[in-house]
């Protein structure tokens, strides 16, 4: 959430600037608006941030229609666009009680995370002609044009992508996606291995831990996977602990390790520990204490 910024202070300085020339001052609130920031991922509130995003979101997409190949607004709304989704959007359906809730807000997650996956292939599609028809037909190749400035873009459009396979594991069309995720990611790891203290690490926990060994999975790389996470996060970050948990253990069946696991997330100082991840911190645990909940169902004993 660390890229989203509140724009209602920046609003003053548009509107003392209605003299200057309009693409001007589009361009400086885009770049101004796309850079970055600690406002929402320092955050000890997570209902208020979920509230505030949308119209951070929204107002990105309307500079973005003045600026149609800005990257930074590109990054920024397929990072957010993927963050609103998993981190809300989906927790929210799957704790939902009513199926017709919880089936329309998985539905919902998924136009999200496509709408986000699509700000992510224009974003690497600028400056790289025939990029998105590439990715198509050649991942492996297309990715490899991809340089280090571009590792967020590689990052978060894969994540929307994978989100959005794993969301819908009905949809064939999607399934067939996934060896183009993967290549995105595993350029954005030969690139920058320690992008978000072990943010790609910990998909491709995920991404080994939850495909049985037939379809190429390995726990094994999974469990290599979560040590370099903890490791580059300095243990600053609870999210690796919840997707070991979520993806390897349930895998193995190990209900001691999962419980473990979710137990140490549950017991870092959230608010107080890393202030840098506070909010995703928060969001993590909230995942644990639900998947505690459903460790009988989970676990064949």
């Not at 991922?41 to 929204?58: E, I, Y």
């Amino acid at each position: 959430m660390g890229r989203l910024r509140l724009l209602p202070i920046l609003l003053p300085a548009v509107l003392l600037s209605a003299c200057s020339p309009k693409a001007y001052v589009v361009s400086r609130v885009a770049d101004a608006v796309s850079s970055g920031g600690e406002v929402f991922a320092r955050d000890d509130d997570p209902d208020l941030v979920r509230d505030a995003t949308p119209f951070g979101l929204k107002a990105m997409e309307s500079l973005l229609s003045e600026r149609p190949e800005h990257k930074g607004l590109l990054t920024a709304l397929c990072g957010g666009f993927t963050q609103y989704a998993v981190a809300f959007v989906r927790q929210d359906a799957e704790e939902a009680r009513d199926p017709a809730m919880r089936r329309g807000g998985m539905e919902r997650v998924v136009r999200l995370l496509l709408r986000a996956k699509a700000y992510g292939v224009r974003g690497l599609a600028v400056g790289r002609e025939g990029f998105a028809e590439r990715l198509r037909t050649d991942p492996a190749g297309a990715a490899a044009t991809v340089g280090m400035e571009d590792v967020p873009l590689l990052y978060w459009t894969s994540a929307a992508w994978s989100a959005a396979v794993a969301s819908s594991p009905g949809d064939p069309a999607l399934l067939a996606d996934l060896p183009r995720c993967e290549a995105l990611m595993r350029r954005a790891l030969a690139l920058d291995e320690r992008f978000g203290d072990g943010a790609i690490h910990e998909y491709f926990v995920a991404f080994e831990g939850s495909r049985p060994e037939a379809m190429g999975g390995s726990v094994a790389k999974a469990r290599r996977h979560f040590e370099r996470a903890m490791e580059l996060s300095r243990g600053r970050k609870v999210s690796p602990l919840v997707t070991f948990a979520e993806t390897v253990s349930v895998r193995t069946q190990n209900r001691k390790e999962y419980l473990d696991l979710l137990d140490r997330a549950l017991a870092f100082d959230a608010r107080g520990g890393a202030p840098e991840y506070r909010l995703s911190n928060l969001v993590a645990q909230r995942r644990a204490r639900w998947l505690k909940g459903k460790a009988d169902a989970l676990f064949i004993e």
